[in-house]
């Protein structure tokens, strides 16, 4: 990998992104509360996104599975079976995470209620996850360039490993914060009196109570899946920097607009945003710098 690089950009990038998530922390430590009452309003058109925004990120699943099984089915015959299981296990995931976090949006679509539905529909409100993630594995085959198989399954690899990382590591600091979200302040009689900032830790409050788990989001872990979107722009067969430019602005436009919607429909905080983005970023720059190293572009 060119060690100016970071997740095939070059390291300004890098740097402009992590200055911007503190600048956003130093910001919202000082005033996450009245950032929330001036932006805070819930729209049908702010919860649709936050429902089917994520779909764009967890794209990338089934494009990292595509991009392993490209790289492996160059490597030869005994590599197949294992091709096709990455392959199927990075559509599953984007299946998995879409139906475990915006199922219940879905099935409400469908009409669907437990207990009083019959079961063949939820099968079918899992089918419509399905179908919206098939077509992202066969038009990314098609497309990448297969004249570096080892870089292939580089990119493949970091995009799901430190997806899954930066999941995890999301789940268990919101535990350790244990922080109030805002929608549920605005239920009391004083919110203000039980805002907490993130640094006010209670850890393991929280338990299942999402309640009181607004810091870091989680959604904005999602988001910023998409600045790995570079490293897919850099191993196709048409490639050059200029795309993947283009798909590195993409992917802040797409963040800064994920991030204002969910302090916009009062779940998160200005900081609660910039963490969630700061701490996925940093997993995405690790993994990948980890995996790609040595490996090199040639646009």
């Known amino acids: 990998m060119n060690k100016k690089t970071v997740m095939s950009m070059p390291i300004g990038c890098f740097w402009a992104v992590i200055a911007t998530c503190v600048l956003g922390i130093v910001i919202g430590s000082f005033r996450d509360f009245e950032i929330n009452v001036a932006l805070a309003n819930k729209t049908e058109l702010g919860a649709f996104f936050a429902t089917y925004g994520s779909y764009f990120s967890y794209c990338l699943y089934p494009a990292a599975g595509a991009c392993l099984y490209s790289g492996l089915r160059k490597k030869g015959e005994r590599y197949r079976f294992l091709a096709w299981t990455l392959l199927i296990l990075g559509w599953f995931m984007a299946v998995y995470y879409s139906n475990s976090y915006n199922g219940k949006a879905v099935r409400a679509l469908f009409g669907y209620t437990a207990g009083e539905s019959p079961a063949v529909l939820s099968v079918v409100c899992w089918l419509f996850w399905a179908v919206l993630y098939s077509w992202v594995p066969f038009v990314v085959i098609r497309l990448v360039d297969e004249s570096n198989p080892d870089k292939l399954i580089a990119v493949g ?9 930066a999941d995890n590591i999301n789940l268990w600091l919101k535990q ?13 009689d004083d919110p203000r009196a039980e805002f907490r900032n993130w640094w006010q830790m209670v850890p393991n409050l929280a338990g299942s109570d999402d309640n009181l788990r ?38 802040c436009v797409f963040v800064i607009i994920y991030g204002y919607n969910r302090i916009h429909m009062t779940n998160h905080y200005l900081s609660d945003v910039c963490f969630g983005v700061l701490i996925t970023y940093l997993v995405y720059s690790i993994v990948s710098c980890a995996f790609l190293r040595g490996q090199t572009s040639e646009p």
């Open 214 to 251: 607004s810091w870091p989001s989680g959604n904005m872990t999602i988001a910023s899946m998409m600045f790995a979107l570079p490293m897919l722009t850099d191993v196709m067969k048409k490639r050059s920097s200029q795309k993947n430019m283009m798909a590195f602005a993409l992917s």
């Open 157 to 165: 690899a970091s995009i799901l490993i430190a997806g899954i990382a």
């Open 176 to 188: 350790v914060a244990s922080r109030p979200r805002y929608k549920y302040l605005i239920t009391l």
